[in-house]
């Protein structure tokens, strides 16, 4: 009696574990976002593309995901100190686009995974080992901005034949963008044009003296490297080029509907869209050593016909210069 006693009792508690355990909600999953350039008024294009990219996949913020979103604002700075605050609050996943963000993070922690969205080449930083065989805790994408200088000099040489002088608007305290203002420098001396330094430093750059300088220089068109400085201004930007009468071109389309001339690059929300699918695929148990780091197949074009106009620029009546799109 006593033996059937203990074994009623043993299964009464087994049921009862089984209970709790079956009442006991699913863990809902915690990212960590870092964006460089925007606040919770004006999000921009990271945070909207990769709310989509959720979306898509089936998660709901608030419901079966929450999202932590820290805001730089710009200063690159702020980055590592926001690193440190996510990795704290132990979070599932680290989402951070810029590359002192990305090493930031990478500093912060060895073991949390970290996907990445980055304009240079991350194995050129050290971030990771290869792009087939990332390695370490970080994948994500590299979005080859920077390998496309080359292009975006030919595309402004279309519109401006004969150019003689280009200002490049950049962030001297970004290491990321030094690296694009060499490549720039490097290409222009091969398509025999000269560069025109047209440096800015945060917090508050001082835009309008760069185009000053620019127009002292007899610079004759305008390159901006994007960045989480710069990209907080584009309509500032845009509207220094119109005023000065200088055909633009862009890193990323949001410039473009600013009022920046033209852009050519992968497209922004299509590229945070993906970074979403990483995500997904680390919560679901993939490591992140394995998940290779893609890059764009196809980029993007796109001119503003109106700003076009008030330049006195001539864009054929499709738009198209290269195989462009105008809006």
């Known amino acids: 009696m006593r ?47 990769f709310r989509e990219g959720l979306r898509k996949l089936g998660y709901l913020e608030g419901k079966n995901i929450v999202v932590e979103y820290r805001y730089a604002e710009g200063k690159s700075e702020a980055t590592a100190s926001l690193a440190v605050e996510l990795v704290q609050l132990k979070v599932d996943v680290l989402v951070t686009g810029t590359a002192v963000g990305i090493q930031a993070a990478k500093k912060a922690t060895k073991t949390i995974p970290i996907v990445m969205v980055i304009l240079a080449d991350p194995v050129e930083l050290g971030i990771v080992d290869s ?28 519109v401006v034949p004969k150019m003689s002088s280009i200002g490049v608007l950049w962030d001297k305290a970004s290491p990321s963008a030094a690296i694009g203002f060499k490549e720039y420098e490097a290409w222009a001396w091969a398509l025999r044009i000269q560069i025109q330094s047209l440096e800015v ?51 990323g389309p949001h410039y473009v509907e600013a009022g920046g001339l033209m852009s050519y690059g992968s ?19 993939a490591k992140p050593a394995a998940l290779p780091v893609e890059q764009p197949r196809k980029f993007e074009l796109v001119i503003n016909l109106k700003t076009a106009k008030q330049i006195g620029l001539t864009i054929p009546p499709d738009g198209a210069v290269s195989g462009g799109q105008g809006h």
Do not use: M
């Not at 209970?19 to 350039?37: C, D, L, M, N, Y």
């Open 201 to 251: 430093r945060g917090p508050n750059p001082d835009l309008e003296g760069a185009f000053q300088g620019g127009a002292k220089e007899g610079v004759r068109a305008l390159i901006t490297i994007r960045g989480p400085l710069l990209n907080r201004y584009p309509k500032q930007i845009a509207d220094l080029a119109i005023k000065n009468h200088l055909p633009s071109i862009y890193e």
């Open 131 to 158: 792009l087939a065989h990332p390695g370490g805790n970080i994948t994500g994408l590299a979005t080859i901005t920077r390998e496309l200088g080359g292009k975006r000099l030919e595309l402004l040489n279309e």
């Open 267 to 285: 497209n922004d929300t299509a590229t945070w869209s993906r970074a979403a699918y990483y995500v997904d695929k680390i919560l679901k148990g």
């Open 3 to 49: 033996r059937k006693i203990i074994i009623l009792c043993i299964l009464l508690l087994a049921l009862s574990f089984s209970a709790e355990a079956a009442q006991q909600p699913p863990k809902i999953p915690r990212v960590g976002f870092i964006s460089g350039t925007g606040d919770p008024q004006n999000p921009g294009p990271q945070i909207v593309g």
